[in-house]
């Protein structure tokens, strides 16, 4: 087909605009992720915060290489605009996730925003930061009959595993 | 005066007896050899001793250069990996064929291709390569050449039947990877000789890189050139544009791209598993 048409047809493209152009699209993002490394947990739009995880994990993994590595020096120093947060993802953030090869972030849906333009908001935080958890934490109910069985069943196979061997 | 005449008189007389003497000899020579030849059967032709084939057992298979030739790595996209690999075996096996050698973009090539339309079935161009594109079987390279004043680029499919031949008469890299601007630059640096020899090259060590920086015609050109979308490194631009035009054209450059990691792609370990796949394909049968 004609090229000028293929430019308004997007059939299959993936990649998402935001702002006014490429360049307003990165530093929206940069921001974002300025904020979420400052504070480990935000909420922003779910368009936003599918971007910007993808540029999160990735800062991370060029922050496993260390401070010395100088193309992970440019790129934390070009993605963090407040400078005082390049040393709190190499010092704090990087050694965090040092086990963990993927999955540095947890994005959780939110009810829309009450504003006019009802938006679809998210949270983005990395794991193990200090907050309470996101959503609530099912705790199985010890004193229910099924629990308390099973609980001597295991306590009597270990002991007759002990007296075994 | 008369003394010198009198020596080079005799110079002269020696040397001519000496030339007759060979002479002599010569012709004697000639005759006892037609006088055995005819005692035997016809007079055998000439053969010339055979060339002593030079095996350089010094170095060894490891040092000789790895190189992957770039239509084996598939780019980034969503199909099923068994395409690339049915794709790559299908490589494998046209290359037991024909022999692609490794070569770069601003190496000097020589292709010959059958053609049902000449005299002798085959027609030989001789180019510049400035172009390697295409992935899988449908790659391609584009040679360029400037014949009777006139520039002539020729895009070649490297596993097509047609090809018999790919002949690497210099083997050399450039400073980009690709050399359309070549269209715009002066006459002279596109010219190659189509009946150059090939030059000899070393199959261990680094490729040569010609650090050539080329002068350009007047513009217009076929594309801005000097636009840093395009990263051109061989260009002599301070010879055709003002420092103010440099300028102008930077404004088109977007310098949050290089940080950009969804743009990025490190195929260093997909390329190693592909190496190693063609070397097991290639050991087999």
Redesign the interface.
């Known amino acids: 087909m004609r090229l000028a048409l293929q430019l308004l047809i997007s059939h299959g493209r993936v990649a998402r605009r935001m702002g006014l152009g490429p360049e307003s699209r990165i530093n929206i993002l940069r921001n974002i992720l300025t904020g979420l490394v400052r504070h480990e947990r935000i909420e922003t739009t779910t368009a936003r915060a599918d971007e910007v995880r993808f540029y999160a994990e990735k800062l991370i993994d060029y922050a496993k290489r260390g401070d010395t590595d100088e193309k992970a020096m440019k790129m934390a120093s070009f993605w963090l605009t407040e400078k005082d947060l390049v040393p709190k993802l190499f010092k704090v953030l990087a050694p965090r996730f040092e086990t963990q090869q993927k999955g540095y972030t947890r994005m959780v849906r939110l009810p829309a925003r009450l504003n006019l333009d009802r938006a679809k908001m998210a949270v983005l935080e990395y794991k193990g930061n200090p907050f309470p958890h996101l959503s609530p934490i099912r705790k199985e109910n010890e004193l229910t009959l099924i629990n308390q069985l099973l609980k001597a069943y295991r306590e009597e196979r270990s002991q007759f595993l002990a007296a075994k061997s | 005066m008369a003394a010198c005449m009198k020596r080079l008189d005799r110079a002269m007389l020696s040397i001519r007896l000496l030339r007759n003497i060979q002479l002599h000899n010569e012709r004697s020579l000639s005759t006892s050899l037609h006088r055995l030849a005819l005692d035997g059967e016809q007079p055998s032709k000439f053969t010339p001793p055979v060339k002593p084939v030079i095996i350089d057992k010094t170095q060894s298979v490891a040092s000789l250069r790895k190189f992957l030739s770039p239509e084996f790595v598939p780019p980034r996209q969503r199909t099923n990996p068994a395409k690339f690999s049915m794709e790559r075996r299908d490589m494998v096996r046209r290359r037991k064929v024909l022999h692609i050698p490794e070569f770069y973009v601003g190496s000097i090539l020589a292709v010959t291709m059958t053609d049902p339309h000449s005299a002798g079935k085959n027609n030989r161009f001789v180019g510049i390569c400035i172009q390697r594109g295409g992935r899988g079987l449908g790659a391609t390279f584009v040679l360029r050449n400037i014949i009777d004043n006139q520039g002539v680029e020729i895009c070649y499919e490297m596993y097509s039947p047609r090809v018999q031949q790919i002949e690497v008469l210099k083997l050399e890299k450039r400073l980009d990877d690709n050399l359309m601007y070549l269209r715009d630059a002066l006459p002279e640096y596109c010219t190659v000789d189509p009946d150059m020899k090939p030059h000899p090259f070393s199959t261990t060590g680094e490729v040569p890189v010609n650090k050539i920086k080329v002068k350009m015609l007047p513009k217009p050109w076929s594309k801005r050139w000097e636009r840093p979308k395009f990263d051109v490194k061989g260009i002599r631009f301070d010879l055709c544009l003002s420092p103010e035009q440099m300028e102008h054209a930077q404004k088109w450059a ?1 310098p ?1 791209l290089e ?4 743009k990025e792609y490190d195929t260093s370990k997909l390329e190693e598993d592909i190496y190693t796949e063609i070397q097991q394909e290639a050991a087999t049968k």
């Open positions: 977007q949050w940080y950009d990691m969804l």
